[in-house]
């Protein structure tokens, strides 16, 4: 099954930017939708944004439309998400995932370890 590893988190003032890569280590990569999930201390794990198997339709949550951007290389079996205008709410473990099958509404099975990102103001 899928093995997924997170980088790229960090400390970072308000304003500031961080990118976080997501490397996939399944041979069938670009078969399947992905999403970044953060979680905060004492609060539950929330969607942040999401990308179809070929790149082609991206979803995100409110809180971090125009702010936040996802992708992907299928090539490099890479996912990304670009964020930018960090605030401190955005302080959370972000996760990323892979849904189990090909169905748009298909359920995300396979969880990486997280990746702290912390942003200061």
């Known amino acids: 099954q899928e093995q997924l590893v997170e980088s790229g988190g960090g400390l970072v003032q308000a304003g500031g930017s961080l990118r976080l890569s997501c490397v996939a280590s399944?041979?069938?990569?670009?078969?399947?939708?992905m999403g970044w999930f953060r979680q905060a201390p004492g609060k539950e794990r929330e969607f942040v944004a999401a990308?179809?198997?070929?790149?082609?339709?991206?979803d995100y949550a409110n809180s971090v439309k125009g702010r936040f951007t996802i992708s992907r290389d299928n090539a490099k079996n890479t996912m990304y998400l670009q964020m930018n205008n960090l605030q401190p709410e955005d302080t959370a473990a972000y996760y990323c995932?892979?849904?189990?099958?090909?169905?748009?509404?298909?359920?995300?099975?396979?969880w990486g370890q997280g990746t702290q990102v912390t942003v200061s103001s």
């Open positions: 995932a892979r849904r189990r099958g090909g169905n748009p509404g298909s359920e995300y099975g396979y």
């Open positions: 399944g041979r069938t990569f670009s078969l399947y939708g």
């Open positions: 990308i179809n198997w070929n790149g082609a339709r991206k």
